[in-house]
């Protein structure tokens, strides 16, 4: 009897195993369908470039226009710069030549929507809480033909205003990401921690990282700390003067575009369109 005990419990004990086992296997085939066999080798950056790298600016402020324009120009580099109508509007020949001088013009959204937990958003009257996908849209399609109206692009680029990236409330909440990759080629975040795996990210929810209230070199180190491999560096910044919560230090900018600008530091200095637009066409060979 002791020993038909013993012989069905090493039975059930195996059988146990064997299905632990089973699991484990499926569970690794799982994760390999959800990120496929790193394929990091089987293409390079132009020029030989170790990494990609792209400057953005959110809001159409009007020191991007004053004081980043002519550092960008001085280094003949061309930036991304996410938009809305009211401050387009306002200096709308200055914009008309950011655009025609080849810099990437994106949407930026109407209304510019975040959580209400922002208190000087709460006085507006609402925040993304008490919106819905239809108003967003609504929001991102009028902002899209008063771009191509007045600045003569279609934009191909999203910034995702404070980086939130939903609608509505607890259980009604929805995520407009989806809108994005419809109507949009990229859609960039805010305030990431890591750079974008070019053979992995997901297009309408690229990172960003922020640029203002650093220093060239504080610029420098979170670059290095990015720089795996084949990795796309999007930088994020808004004012451009001296340096605060929101601005970039003017010669923090001068410093950075000279150093990306180097080959011997093997960076490739693009708008997040084209950058994109490359990866692309590498991932579909």
Known sequence: ??????????LTLTLGLVGCNSLEVESQAKATQQFPKNNDQAWQY????????????????????DVGMPILDKYNVKAT?????????????????????????GNHTQSHLCTGNFQWLRAM???????????????????NQFIESNLG?????????????????????????????ELFITGRTWLDETANNANYTDFAQLTGIRIDGKTFEQ????????????????????????????????DALDALI???????????????D????????????
């Not at 005990?5 to 090493?10: D, F, H």
């Not at 009211?86 to 655009?99: F, I, K, N």
């Not at 009257?125 to 108003?135: A, F, M, R, S, Y």
Request: hydrophobic share 40%; with cysteine; proline share 5%.
């Open 125 to 143: 009257g609402k925040g993304l809480e008490q919106v819905d996908l239809t108003w967003m849209r609504d929001d991102i399609e009028k902002t």
């Open 219 to 250: 610029i420098k180190a979170t670059l290095e700390a990015m720089r795996f491999s084949q990795s796309w560096i999007i930088l994020a910044g808004h004012e451009v003067g001296s340096k605060g919560k929101y601005t970039i230090d003017r």
């Open 46 to 65: 132009p020029n030989q470039a170790r990494n990609a790298i792209s400057i953005t600016f959110d809001d159409a402020r009007a020191s991007q226009l």
């Open 153 to 181: 692009v279609p934009p191909r680029s999203f910034a995702y205003p404070c980086g939130n990236t939903f609608v509505g409330r607890g259980s009604e909440v929805q995520s407009y990401v989806p809108l994005i990759a």
């Open 258 to 272: 000279v150093y990306l600008k180097d080959p011997s530091n093997g960076y490739w200095l693009d708008t997040v």
């Open 81 to 105: 710069f996410y938009v809305m109508p009211e401050p387009v509007r306002a200096r709308l020949a200055d914009w008309q030549g950011v655009a025609n001088n080849g810099h990437e013009i």
């Open 274 to 285: 084209n950058v994109a637009n490359f990866i692309d066409k590498q991932r579909a060979e």
């Open 1 to 10: 009897m002791k020993s038909r005990l013993k012989n069905a419990l090493l």
